[in-house]
């Protein structure tokens, strides 16, 4: 390791959801930066500030892996915790998987929420069909305010959400419908359960209590080789917005956990 990285230093990564961009992560930053972790919040292609660019496995896959090594320099190998929620979460466990081989593994952890689902091309082509027609819902759609020319976020969603939360998680602006089929397939092209064998740094699968996505929570967690399932008792799929502060406190004790120390958090068990 590089002579001037501090011993101390680690790095978390963190991969956004679909239609959202970095600043689905504002709620989580102060409390990783005050534990002392440097910060790496990329956006997928197509997504906050790389909207017009093309998403496809490959690109969304560099995406993440860059970001690793971008961290990996600052803080050394084995210092970085790769954290997913929703697909970002599903390719993070791909990305992570195509890692295996490499003799210094840059990651000291996954962990991921709201990604507990092995999709295919038909469920994945429905989700993104789904998303097509809640754009049609009266609220659901975001609108450009005609006074300052920033996006206005949908009512429904600040209603079903809260509007802070709302703001931050699409702040960086929400994706296209080309670009959420787009990511669809790329997540019905994932074998998530084989990428999951080949990861050999702890993996843990947060199931929030209301999340539709843990469908396959038990599978995951016993598919990782250090695999973990975490339940926590309240959230749904949006937790990390909907409840910042326990969640923040939360994924630190995962954190924690995954780097050796005890455990003092959510109720978690070996599948």
């Known amino acids: 390791m590089d ?45 906050g500030t790389r909207r017009g660019e093309q998403f496809t496995t490959a690109a969304a896959t560099d995406t993440i892996t860059a970001a690793i090594a971008e961290a990996s320099a600052q803080v050394g190998p084995g210092r970085v915790h790769l954290i997913g929620a929703s697909l970002g979460g599903m390719i993070a466990i791909h990305a992570a998987g195509t890692l295996a081989d490499e003799l210094n593994h840059p990651l000291a952890s996954v962990t991921v929420f709201g990604s507990a689902v092995q999709p295919t091309r038909l469920t994945a082509a429905a989700y993104a069909g789904m998303v097509a027609l809640g754009d049609r819902i009266p609220g659901a759609r975001a ?46 092209e994932l074998d998530l359960v084989a990428a999951l064998y080949r990861i050999p740094v702890p993996v843990a699968i947060v199931s929030p209590r209301f999340d539709q996505l843990r ?18 008792p309240y959230g749904s799929h949006a937790v990390n917005v909907a409840h910042p502060d326990r969640f923040n406190a939360d994924l630190l004790q995962i954190l924690a956990h995954n780097e050796g120390a005890g455990w003092a958090g959510p109720v978690i068990a070996r599948a």
């Open 143 to 188: 609108t450009i305010s005609p006074e300052t020319g920033d996006p206005v976020q949908p009512w429904l969603f600040r209603y079903l959400i809260g509007s802070d939360e709302t703001a931050c998680g699409y702040r960086g602006g929400r994706a296209d419908i080309p670009t959420v089929r787009a990511a669809m397939r790329t997540a019905g």
């Open 3 to 47: 002579e001037t990285l501090n011993p101390t230093d680690r790095a978390v990564v963190l991969v956004h959801g679909t239609r959202t961009s970095h600043t689905q992560w504002d709620p989580q930053l102060p409390a990783f930066r005050e534990a002392g972790y440097r910060v790496f919040a990329p956006d997928f292609p197509g997504h």
């Open 215 to 232: 469908l396959h929570e038990r599978r995951f967690a016993a598919a990782a080789p250090k695999g973990r399932l975490v339940k926590l």
